[in-house]
Every structure is written in C-alpha cells, then in structure tokens.
C-alpha cells in the first residue's frame, strides 16, 4: 500500500515557501535557471532533447503512465462558475464548461478519476447564491464527484438549501461530507469518504477551519472544533486501512501545516483559502510525511495527483484555459441557471430596482 513516507522526495521552486526542502548534491540534473529537478522527473523528450525546465517537465501530465487512481482536486470556485477574468475569453481561465471538457479527455485516455473539491462553490449568500449552489452542485454531479466539502461562503446558506444538496443522495451515498460541519444532525451527512479504484482504496476527510468563517451562521448549521474534529476523522480513516489519505481543509496554509504536524495520519492536505496559484509541486510540511498542494482561486486550475501502486505520486496543476472547449453539457447547464434568475426577477433576488438615469 502507498504511504506518506514512501512519497517521492519532492524539491521545490525556489519561490515557494517549503521548510527544510532538502537539495540533491551538485551533480542532480536541473533545468536552465539551475532548478534541480524532482527526483524521478523526465529531465529529456522521446527525442533525447533536454526538457528546458525540469520542474515543468516534472508536471506534464500527458507523459505521465496512466495512475492506478488520478485524484482530480478542485476547490474555492467563489461562484466562477464561468471563466473568471477581464481581458478577453483566451486569457481567462476556469468555468464548469473547460472543466468537464478536461475530465472527459482524461476519461477518453482510459484513467480512473477520483474527482474531490474542497469547498465553496458559492461567494455571499441570498437567492442567487442558493440557486448557483443548486446548478453547481448539478455540475459536480455530472462530473462524477466523490467527496466535495464546505467553505465559508457555503454554510452561510441555510440548513435546508444545503440539505437540498448535500443530502440528496441519502447517507453515505451523498457528494458532500464534511468532519466538522453539521448540518441539523451529523447523522444526514458523511464525515469520510472512501473509494475502491484498481484495487486501490482512498479515504476523504474533509475540515473547515471556522475562523475562515467571517459572518454569523443560522442555528441548524454548526462547524465544530477543528484539531477535535481533525483527530476524529484521522481515528475513523485509520480503521478504513486506506491506501491513501487525503485531507481537503479550508483555511490558511500555515493552519493546515500545524493541523498535519498535530495530527499525523495523512498523506495528502488539500488546502482551500488562499489567493495565490497552485505551486508546481507539492509541498513538504517540515517533521511529517504529509504532502500539501493548494488549489488555487476561482477554480482556475484543477490539480492531478497520480497515484501508483509501485511507486511515488506524480503532481501536476492544469489551467483551465480556452485551449479546452466549453461542454455542451454544462453550457445547458449554465443557460438552465440564466433561465432560473430570468424568471425570479430582480425582486425575486432581493435586489433593488435599477434606477432611471435623469437622461432618460
């Protein structure tokens, strides 16, 4: 089975922010700003030609050998359910539409997808943010999701609209889980996830930390204590004897780091919550065997995480950029969505009437 400490040793960029990243010698092969590459990376083509960066040689995911599990990580879409960006659609990136058109490439490559989001699909709350909720969580379903989580923005909706979701499976069978966030009872709702794929089993815990919750929440939606819950989740995925073992946390980076050194267990964070774009290879969290990648904002990249039942994880993060067709699928979807707020109104979504200019 594939543990924390049989990872590959991962070196990072020299932007990145790992603690006590150690370095190959001077011998290692490295790209041309003198980067050493991560230990297993391609370093030339089929060509014999030298890659001219290691590192983004090390991420080429269409070199990669089909994993015996692909998780397929997204997270903190804050509503861009479209690609986000202001200077024309070939330089945005993100949306449903690209996001499908990817998986399915993966899917038509004959690999075996875990698909898992680390939450908030949604930015404020009101009506319209219910109804994105609805359409995302059609979108996500689609896409044949097994684990996706909550952020802050999400449990400020309601019990009710999130039950509408979270629980339309039934028990065990339902696309949301989360450790920590109780919805009326924490029976309606898993607290873990686990797939079966080639023989492989991955287990899901999923965490918000609730000090990235920043508005009052109603009665029936509690986020309990985080370490007391982490440690909880780590105890029940234990019992599962999982292959894999992944976290998906909402909150600042520096606060899941902390969460993995207290509470060892995991081969894998996934943090939601920041700004900055995804690093391009996990990190190393300083006195663990846990990986960390971020997921970026806005959902404009997915992450891959290659799993292997004879040797390391492979990392790659993919912008979801015009290069990947919208889905027709999801573009109904999305004309599904218009329609909805179309026929509310603007009173409907509890917004103010536009006023008339004085020029008419």
């Known amino acids: 089975s594939l543990r924390g ?14 603690e006590n990243v150690p370095r190959p010698g001077p011998d290692a092969k490295s790209n041309a700003e003198g980067v050493p590459a991560p230990e297993g990376a391609p370093t030339e083509g089929e060509d014999g030609e030298p890659f001219p960066d290691a590192h983004a040689a090390a991420g080429d995911w269409q070199r990669w050998p089909a994993p015996t599990v692909c998780l397929f990580v997204t997270g903190q879409q804050n509503g861009y359910i479209e690609p986000c960006g202001c200077t024309g659609l070939d330089r945005q990136k993100g949306g449903i539409a690209r996001r ?7 899917n038509k490559k004959g690999w075996s997808l875990l698909p898992i989001d680390a939450g908030n699909q949604v930015r404020r709350f009101g009506r319209q943010a219910e109804i994105k909720l609805q359409a995302s969580s059609k979108a996500l379903e689609a896409m044949d999701y097994k684990s ?14 999130l039950l509408s979701v979270a629980a339309s499976g039934g028990g065990q069978d339902s ?3 989360s450790s920590n966030v109780d919805l009326i009872d924490e029976s309606l709702m898993p607290q873990i996830k686990t797939d079966v794929l080639n023989g492989m089993k991955v287990a899901i815990a999923s965490v918000l930390d609730p000090s990235a919750i920043e508005a009052d929440l ?8 985080l370490e007391k819950s982490t440690m909880k989740a780590s105890y029940m995925i234990k ?39 995804p690093t391009f290879q996990p990190e190393s969290i300083n006195g663990v ?16 995480v290659g799993l292997y039942n004879d040797g390391p994880l492979r990392y790659a993060r993919v912008p979801l950029t015009h290069e990947f067709e919208d889905a027709p699928e999801m573009r109904d979807l999305m004309k599904e969505y ?3 707020l179309r026929d509310i109104g603007l009173e409907g979504l509890g917004l103010l009437p536009p006023i008339p200019h004085s020029s008419g």
Do not use: C
């Not at 400490?5 to 790992?18: F, G, H, I, M």
């Not at 499908?100 to 993966?106: A, G, H, Q, S, V």
């Not at 109603?218 to 204590?225: K, M, R």
């Not at 065997?289 to 971020?294: R, Y």
């Open 5 to 18: 400490d049989e990872l590959t040793n991962v070196v990072q960029t020299a932007d990145q922010s790992a």
């Open 100 to 106: 499908y058109t990817f998986m399915e490439k993966l």
């Open 148 to 161: 996706v989580g909550f952020g802050p923005d999400d449990v400020r909706l309601s019990a009710g609209e």
């Open 175 to 177: 696309m949301y889980s």
């Open 218 to 225: 109603s009665d029936d939606v509690t986020v309990d204590q």
């Open 239 to 277: 019992d599962t004897e999982a292959d894999f073992r992944v976290l998906m946390f909402f909150g600042k980076e520096e606060v899941g780091k902390q969460l993995m050194r207290d509470i060892p267990g995991f081969d894998l964070i996934v943090v939601a919550g920041g700004y900055g774009e």
């Open 289 to 304: 065997n846990t990986k960390m990648i971020v997921t970026g904002n806005k959902g404009m990249y997915a992450g891959l």
């Open 338 to 340: 218009q329609d909805q």
